[in-house]
């Protein structure tokens, strides 16, 4: 009975699939993965440009209200426009990294702290907030740059290409799809990262990039394993860094915020 059957079968190849054990270029995949690592590294260190680390080391804080008065029960019931507004007043009296440098004007004078990253993540010393703020940017960054890159059809078959290059796939396989999201992953990130930088530098950057803004070819990026992140072109249009922070205070504003924001007034009061 069961004759007529095998027979029939043994006519087809043998079902392979079309691709190769492991990984071909081993040395593409190993560059991609240490990209993908900067995300832990110390991220102000590598974006911070030459001479713009912050003076101040701490905060002298004596009974700030946000220690002696604040409950520890971080709620805001505002609607969006009082939000706006208070960050809006935030940003025009307080000091922030790059205020008298970038802009126009001098530093106000205030407590002489990143007061707004203060304000936003109440650390001790301006630079731990500072690199709070970066590090924030950047992934904020790298979700919206990986929006751009899925949306965009002609990086979206670079990134297919090289998947299957690395993969050694014969074409488009489950493990080389795989490959090509880590490698638009990685390709966000290092557009990320060069946003951040220009940022730093006193430059803007858009929220969504167009295909002419967004500046990291997918060639240029495997150079950036050596840990280094090159200057890239700059952007008139876009957000500032204050701009970003203000984003950040509008979505995370709480009583807490309120009370920071006390401290530092405390502070200024007190220099």
């Given at each position: 009975?069961?004759?007529?059957?095998?027979?029939?079968?043994?006519?087809?190849?043998?079902?392979?699939?079309?691709?190769?054990?492991?990984?071909?270029?081993?040395?593409?995949?190993?560059?991609?993965?240490?990209?993908?690592?900067?995300?832990?590294?110390?991220?102000?260190?590598?974006?911070?440009?030459?001479?713009?680390?912050?003076?101040?080391?701490?905060?002298?804080?004596?009974?700030?209200?946000?220690?002696?008065?604040?409950?520890?029960?971080?709620?805001?019931?505002?609607?969006?426009?009082?939000?706006?507004?208070?960050?809006?007043?935030?940003?025009?009296?307080?000091?922030?990294y790059?205020?008298?440098?970038?802009?126009?004007?001098?530093s106000?004078?205030?407590?002489g702290?990143?007061?707004?990253?203060?304000?936003?993540?109440?650390?001790?010393?301006?630079?731990?907030?500072?690199?709070?703020?970066?590090?924030?940017?950047?992934?904020?960054?790298?979700?919206?740059?990986?929006?751009?890159i899925?949306?965009?059809?002609?990086?979206?078959?670079?990134?297919?290409?090289?998947?299957?290059?690395?993969?050694?796939?014969?074409?488009?396989?489950?493990?080389?799809?795989?490959?090509?999201?880590?490698?638009?992953?990685?390709?966000?990130?290092?557009?990320?990262?060069?946003?951040?930088?220009?940022?730093?530098?006193?430059e803007?950057?858009?929220?969504?990039?167009?295909?002419?803004?967004?500046?990291?070819?997918?060639?240029?990026?495997?150079?950036?394993?050596?840990?280094?992140?090159?200057?890239?072109g700059?952007?008139?249009?876009?957000?500032?860094?204050?701009?970003?922070?203000?984003?950040?205070?509008?979505?995370?504003?709480?009583?807490?915020?309120?009370?920071?924001?006390?401290?530092?007034?405390?502070?200024?009061?007190?220099?």
């Amino acid at each position: 009975f069961w004759a007529p059957v095998i027979s029939a079968l043994s006519a087809y190849e043998p079902l392979q699939l079309s691709i190769k054990k492991g990984v071909e270029d081993k040395e593409t995949e190993g560059r991609l993965e240490r990209i993908s690592e900067l995300i832990n590294a110390d991220l102000l260190a590598l974006l911070l440009p030459d001479g713009m680390e912050p003076l101040r080391s701490s905060h002298d804080l004596k009974d700030p209200p946000s220690e002696t008065a604040f409950s520890g029960i971080n709620e805001s019931r505002r609607g969006i426009i009082d939000r706006i507004f208070i960050a809006e007043y935030m940003t025009e009296i307080m000091n922030y990294y790059g205020r008298g440098h970038f802009e126009d004007g001098e530093s106000l004078k205030g407590s002489g702290a990143l007061e707004l990253e203060y304000i936003l993540y109440g650390g001790e010393s301006d630079h731990a907030n500072l690199s709070s703020a970066v590090r924030d940017l950047v992934l904020l960054r790298t979700g919206l740059d990986l929006i751009h890159i899925l949306s965009d059809a002609e990086k979206r078959k670079e990134a297919e290409q090289l998947a299957i290059m690395i993969t050694g796939a014969l074409g488009f396989t489950p493990i080389a799809g795989i490959m090509t999201f880590f490698i638009m992953s990685v390709w966000a990130l290092g557009q990320a990262l060069c946003d951040v930088k220009a940022l730093l530098r006193g430059e803007r950057v858009r929220l969504m990039h167009t295909r002419e803004s967004f500046s990291l070819s997918l060639g240029r990026l495997l150079t950036f394993s050596d840990g280094k992140v090159e200057d890239e072109g700059s952007d008139d249009e876009g957000l500032s860094y204050a701009d970003y922070l203000r984003l950040f205070l509008i979505a995370g504003q709480g009583s807490e915020q309120d009370y920071r924001c006390m401290d530092m007034i405390q502070l200024a009061l007190s220099a």
